[in-house]
């Protein structure tokens, strides 16, 4: 899926000015690195006994991505391996001192943390930006500029950073604040248990933004909230879905199982279900001739539009940076399922070129700090950090947010009952791929 930060090059500086290879999963003993630890005892490529062998009946084959690694699911958790050639760096290293090198989305780190950081470890922090995931993973494969932090992908990006071993594994003692401040949801991630190669960065959730005080339904009373867009014909011009093949096509698909009292599988490659979800969105072109867009954090705080599938995340933005002179937060509002719906969250690593890794690990745990962390939030990055003292029930008592957005903040327990989108095989690709480029042709 697109991250929130792919905006087609349009900066949110420029917005308020303008208007590893396959043996990183083969471990010393030579099986692959999500047969240790994993939730789900059978997953792809482990050896299992005659009961729960690749080839029993009872087994449902998990999916394979690049270099043959496992594609990390909810029900299907990876311990990636250690291996010799990509050691840990041992404990208690000094600083290196020198330059730090950033890797990250633009705009998606407030600068005067760096300059704190530069000033309480005594060094040069620099900063390069990539415009989607994409570029980051082929500019960090190509070797030409090596950096020492990578920030801003998700798990949708492990297995491709995993199979060209991009990232270095963390030694957890330079790390107090994972443990001590972070979600234990995040501190041991699905996608990287034990969160052996990366820690969180921010999360967020995707869910119903709109104006109510131009959106006349009360939206988290309907039975089936989604619905709105299908009822929406009175708001027609100003609805808008988010640009993005994985977000958008999961919307129906959450519709769908909500009337049907199910979870949807937000990661299916079952054909028939993509396809129908393409169809379901067309209708909407009658219905409201909706707009394809990710610029709610802009356009619903200007009453451009009234109604939007929204990330979580952008409509905290929107209250904080984007509001029109003499317009209240208070206009905004959000809903998010508790359950059945899409959360995600990005997350920080040190790079396996890294020059000043014991640097890098500092950072991040710099990062992870809550102080830190809640800075960067507020006056810059407008994502929640997973902060075990960050809440809504605290940003609305401080007056930071009105009560009408508390849903934005992303709560740990609904990275337990909903689903991050996932890095699909090919042929899912494929299938998502015809649905969307369908849907958007009209």
């Known amino acids: 899926m697109a991250h929130p930060k792919d905006r087609s090059g349009l900066t949110r500086g420029q917005l ?58 909810n029900d299907n958790s990876v311990t990636w391996a250690i291996v010799d050639g990509n050691p840990k760096i041992a404990d208690g290293l000094p600083p290196e001192g020198g330059t730090l090198r950033l890797f990250n989305y633009a705009d998606y780190l407030y600068p005067a943390l760096m300059r704190r950081f530069e000033k309480r470890y005594d060094c040069k922090v620099e900063l390069a930006t990539y415009n989607s995931a994409d570029e980051a993973i082929a500019k960090l ?90 009822e929406s014909s009175a708001y027609k011009g100003k609805v808008g879905l988010l640009d993005d093949k994985r977000d958008g096509l999961s919307m129906p698909m959450q519709r769908d199982a909500i009337r049907d009292e199910t979870i949807a599988n937000l990661n299916t490659e079952d054909p028939e279900l993509v396809a129908k979800a393409g169809r379901d969105l067309e209708q909407l072109t009658d ?22 599938h ?24 959000y809903w998010g399922p508790d359950a059945g719906g899409v959360v995600q969250n990005d997350f920080l690593g040190v790079t396996k070129a890294a020059e000043s890794p014991v640097l890098g690990h500092l950072f991040l745990d710099f990062m992870l700090d809550e102080a830190i962390a809640y800075e960067n939030f507020t006056q810059f990055n407008g994502y929640v950090p997973p902060q075990k003292g ?18 934005a903040v992303t709560r740990p327990d609904q990275f337990l009952a909903n689903q991050e989108l996932l890095q699909l095989t090919v042929e ?7 649905a969307w480029s369908q849907f958007r042709a009209g």
Not at 168 to 185: D, R, S
Not at 394 to 405: H, Y
Request: proline fraction near 9%; charged fraction near 15%; hydrophobic fraction near 40%.
């Open 141 to 230: 494969s190509s070797g030409v500029v090596d950096y020492d932090v990578l920030i801003g992908l998700s798990g949708s990006n492990i297995v491709n950073l995993m199979a060209r071993q991009l990232l270095q594994p963390l030694n957890h003692t330079y790390l107090p604040n994972l443990g001590a401040n972070i979600w234990p949801e995040l501190a041991d991630p699905f996608y990287d248990r034990g969160s052996r190669y990366t820690v969180p960065y921010v999360v967020w959730q995707d869910g119903i933004g709109w104006r109510n005080d131009k959106v006349s339904q009360d939206i988290p009373g309907m039975d089936v909230p989604w619905d709105i867009f299908w």
């Open 310 to 333: 929204s990330w979580s995340g952008d409509l905290l933005a929107g209250a904080f940076y984007y509001m029109p002179p003499g317009v209240s937060p208070d206009v905004l509002s």
């Open 16 to 73: 308020l000015r303008g208007a590893a290879a396959a043996a990183v999963g083969v471990g010393a003993a030579g099986g692959l690195a999500a047969c240790e630890n994993t939730t789900t005892p059978i997953a792809v490529g482990c050896e299992t006994d005659g009961a729960g062998g690749s080839g029993s009946p009872l087994v449902v084959p998990k999916p394979v991505g690049p270099g043959g690694l496992p594609l990390p699911r």
């Open 390 to 407: 960050i809440d809504a029930e605290a940003l609305v008592g401080e007056g930071l947010i009105p009560e009408s957005l508390a849903g």
């Open 428 to 434: 899912g690709e494929r299938f998502w791929d015809q």
């Open 287 to 308: 219905i409201c001739n909706i707009k394809v867009t990710i610029t709610d954090y802009q356009t619903l705080p200007e009453g451009k539009t009234v109604l939007h």
